[in-house]
């Protein structure tokens, strides 16, 4: 059994189906990239993981024990981080309140996250401590939303989108960032389009289409498998 296990799982909204007896298995300390178009599944995927959106059928196990069912409180205590596609940090929050209001003191660990552990990670969210969220870049507000989810002290980060929207210089660092996060010990599964971002930073990839997973090797062989790209990643 794997660290993180999501086992036939099909996912509606409402009438709608959207997902169609998707499995993926994560191991522990892996970067494990979901990419796929606009509208593939993958949101849905991450809201079916996190409790947003639960699967009607098929189920998600995290560590040996099944969470599907559960209210996304409830398995983001257990462990899992969500950081949205739409960032959503407190507008009217310092960078700092932002991160204090998401510390978790209640969870044991060993090393937990703390502001100034974030900070040496995005020394940029240190320089900008007392701006507000609402001042800042979309390249900040990404680092802020990533920074602000580690202080809850996950062990696997869900990371949706990640490098939509930002400049190419921010992408790079931040697929340095991921790279670090996952040296701290944190797994990490990202829903990407960006198939170059994915292949700096993943060990792993699953293509997903119109709501099924079409694909799954490692990222080497996804780059060298032309026919793949092509069908579904339109590269």
């Known amino acids: 059994m794997a660290y993180l296990d999501l086992n036939v799982i099909n996912t509606y909204y409402g009438r709608s189906h959207i997902l169609f007896d998707v499995s993926l298995s994560i191991e522990k300390g892996e970067v494990v990239s979901l990419i796929g178009r606009n509208g593939a599944g993958k949101s849905t995927t991450f809201r079916s993981i996190i409790g947003l959106t639960p699967p009607r059928t098929g189920e998600v196990i995290f560590k040996g024990e099944r969470i599907s069912g559960l209210r996304a409180f409830r398995i983001c205590r257990k462990g899992i981080g969500f950081v949205p596609e739409d960032r959503r940090c407190f507008p009217d929050l310092t960078v700092r309140e932002n991160l204090e209001v998401a510390a978790r003191r209640e969870k044991a660990t060993d090393t937990p996250w703390t502001v100034e552990r974030v900070y040496d990670l995005f020394p940029r969210l240190r320089e900008r401590e007392r701006n507000l969220g609402s001042q800042l870049s979309g ?20 990371l949706d989108e990640p490098s939509e929207g930002l400049a190419p210089l921010i992408v790079s660092l931040l697929a340095e960032m991921i790279l670090r996060i996952r040296k701290e010990g944190v797994t990490v599964l990202l829903a990407e389009q960006n198939l170059h971002f994915c292949a700096k930073v993943s060990d792993r990839a699953f293509v997903i289409d119109k709501g099924s997973v079409k694909y799954e090797g490692t990222m080497k062989e996804l780059l060298a498998d032309d026919g793949i790209k092509e069908k579904y990643l339109a590269v």
Do not use: D, H, K, Y
Request: hydrophobic letters at 45%; proline letters at 5%.
């Open 139 to 158: 390249g900040e507000q990404q680092m802020l939303t990533i920074a602000r989810t580690l202080m809850t002290n996950p062990e696997v980060l869900l």
